[in-house]
């Protein structure tokens, strides 16, 4: 948080940086991304959409070693990671949307990404070629095989370079181990593994092998009309190759230790806190319910966001978060209408910064939330395209909740519910973010 130039109030000031997608009002659904994700060293960010597209962008290299440094990124490669499908055996459509990607260590030239929809998880490979071979004995530049009569000599092919081409092809795919939607994916510390969750079971994977998993988790009930809670995400410790986290929809989290037995059914922790009576209603479980749970980078504490809140926990403390953020407390009365539209629904993810100093997550009306955890202040900014122009402070936006409006703030009932951002992500190491808004992909930095 130190290298960005601060507020008066020691907050830091964010700037536009880029905005990524078309500028069309009428967006087609498969143009929607789904999800947003960095890799471990922040010069690549992905993006999934609803139509099963991977775009790949590679940080701008004079932006990130320009002064003062910024965070732009290009277009490095597009690719259909999934098709839609059908399920003749349930009848069921099997959507292309992608649910999560995650990117593995880089080990070599080439970059290794894992991502999912509701059944199936790729591995892909994206790599360079700049070279190619040219003087081949048995066949011609075209790539036809030559006639055995016609070679009279034998040549040494020789390597020539040619434009740069970067291609994605799938590795593995690893298939039909999930009854139910795939809502988490998360690569293991040991860079070996990795867990899939859906909504009742958690399968452990190997990278390396497609055709089998080790059910680790499984909550589903002999009697499915006994089934009161289910799985929505889950998430690998950062640096304990033995521990997972996962959350359900009872606003629980429990915390696994793969030492202790190979099914995780007996928790290692919970974490929960317990609801003041006096806040009851009708939603008080459906807004309990925890779409998204992050470890911190330090692997000390994890955030939880429900529908109201984000919430910072210790894992020594199970008893009650240490921090809790009001992300869009004054939509509390709204709660009637926002069940009727199925926006109640609607699951917002959470991430943290590099240095877990700060957390950010979305809202309504494309407003994002950033959490200073140091400062206790927090900001509502909006990822707008009025403000598309490099280096444009954004305005910390207010939001007015009765009485008189002042000049500069929205009223709660103006507010765009059909615009809201779902997914973030935060450079592993600077103040740069990605949000998606629909089918925009927005980039902000600090104010240098």
């Not at 649910?99 to 199936?120: G, M, Q, Y």
Request: aromatic share 8%; proline share 4%; hydrophobic share 35%.
């Amino acid at each position: 948080m130190d290298c960005a130039e601060t507020s008066s109030n020691g907050d830091i000031q964010w700037c536009f940086s880029q905005v990524k997608g078309t500028l069309e009002d009428d967006v087609t659904e498969a143009d929607i991304i789904s999800c947003v994700e960095f890799n471990h060293d922040g010069d690549l960010l992905a993006t999934g959409d609803k139509g099963g597209r991977v775009v790949i962008f590679q940080r701008d290299p004079i932006s990130k070693n320009s002064i003062p440094r910024r965070g732009e990124y290009n277009v490095y490669s597009t690719f259909q990671s999934h098709e839609p499908e059908f399920d003749y055996l349930k009848s069921l459509e099997i959507e292309e949307k992608i649910n999560k990607i995650r990117w593995l260590k880089r080990k070599n030239p080439a970059h290794f990404l894992l991502s999912t929809n509701d059944k199936t998880i790729k591995l892909w490979k994206v790599s360079e070629r700049d070279k190619r071979v040219e003087g081949y004995n048995t066949k011609e530049e075209n790539g036809s095989i030559r006639d055995p009569a016609c070679i009279t000599s034998l040549r040494v092919p020789s390597i020539k370079p040619m434009e740069l081409m970067v291609e994605a092809s799938p590795r593995r795919i690893f298939a039909n181990a999930h009854t139910y939607h795939i809502n988490s994916i998360s690569v293991n510390s040991d860079q070996e593994t990795y867990l899939s969750a859906d909504d009742l079971r958690i399968n452990l994977w190997h990278l390396e092998i497609t055709d089998q998993s080790f059910n680790i988790v499984d909550i589903k009930p002999t009697n499915m009309e006994e089934l009161t809670e289910v799985i929505t995400a889950a998430e690998f410790h950062p640096a304990e190759c033995n521990v997972l986290v996962y959350s359900s929809s009872k606003g629980t989290i429990r915390l696994c230790d793969m030492r202790s037995a190979a099914l995780c059914d007996q928790h290692s922790k919970l974490f929960e806190e317990q609801e003041d009576p006096t806040n009851r209603s009708f939603f008080s479980e459906i807004i309990s319910s925890i779409s998204d749970v992050k470890l911190s980078h330090s692997g000390r504490y994890m955030i939880s966001r429900d529908y109201l809140s984000v919430k910072v926990w210790d894992l020594q403390m199970e008893t009650k978060p240490i921090e809790c953020y009001p992300v869009h407390e004054y939509l509390r009365s709204k709660l009637c209408s926002l069940y009727e539209n199925d926006c109640i629904f609607d699951k917002f993810e959470c991430c943290w910064s590099g240095n877990d100093s700060a957390i950010m997550t979305g809202s309504y009306n494309n407003f994002f939330r950033v959490f200073d955890r140091t400062t206790k202040r927090d900001l509502t900014l909006e990822a707008a395209r009025d403000i598309a122009k490099p280096k444009t402070l954004l305005k910390p936006r207010k939001v007015s909740t009765g009485g008189k409006r002042k000049k500069d703030e929205i009223s709660v009932d103006c507010l765009d519910f059909n615009k809201k951002i779902l997914h973030t992500a935060w450079h592993p190491s600077e103040n740069v973010v990605a949000v998606a808004a629909t089918n925009n992909l927005f980039l902000f930095q600090d104010k240098l």
